[in-house]
């Protein structure tokens, strides 16, 4: 005599196996909230007073991790990203560079300076940023510009 497992696994041919997808939809789901939620948003603020060049040829920059915005504004001012830190000369940059580059380096990311000038004093008072940040220890710059399309 056949088994009642033998018996019920002949009896029904036409039968399909079913598989429930609910439990993979929610994992699909729990991970997209996962990747949503770890990830962090770059936003580089910009000053309204501050009119940077145009330049043909300049390419935009895909990583912007790590960036310390320095504001330079046509008097020879210079702000930090957030338009009310005044940065009067080279000490106060160091400063405010050296803070940040420790952030950055807590979190394993290489810090550069992003140099952000009004397009008639930019190239005249960038060197006070540009000594601050490198007696601080960043050596990387970056120049804010607006990108022409062809």
């Known amino acids: 005599m056949a088994s009642s497992k033998l018996r019920s696994s002949s009896a029904e041919p036409e039968a ?3 598989l429930d997808m609910s439990p993979m939809i929610d994992m699909v789901f729990l991970l997209l909230i996962f990747f949503i939620v770890n990830a962090t948003a770059i936003i580089v603020q910009t000053d309204p007073n501050v009119r940077p060049p145009i330049a043909a040829n300049s390419k935009r920059q895909e990583d912007g ?3 310390i915005v320095v504001n330079i504004h046509e008097d020879g001012t210079f702000t930090a990203e957030d338009f009310n830190t005044r940065l009067p000369g080279e000490d106060e940059i160091y400063d405010m560079v050296k803070n940040m580059k420790e952030r950055h380096q807590a979190l394993g990311v290489v810090s550069k300076l992003h140099l952000r000038g009004d397009k ?3 190239f005249r008072y960038c060197r006070t940023a540009i000594r601050g940040a490198a007696r601080a220890g960043v050596d990387q710059v ?5 990108v022409r399309e062809p």
């Open 65 to 67: 991790s790590g960036r």
């Open 120 to 122: 008639e004093s930019v």
């Open 16 to 18: 399909e196996c079913a």
């Open 142 to 146: 970056v120049f804010g510009v607006f």
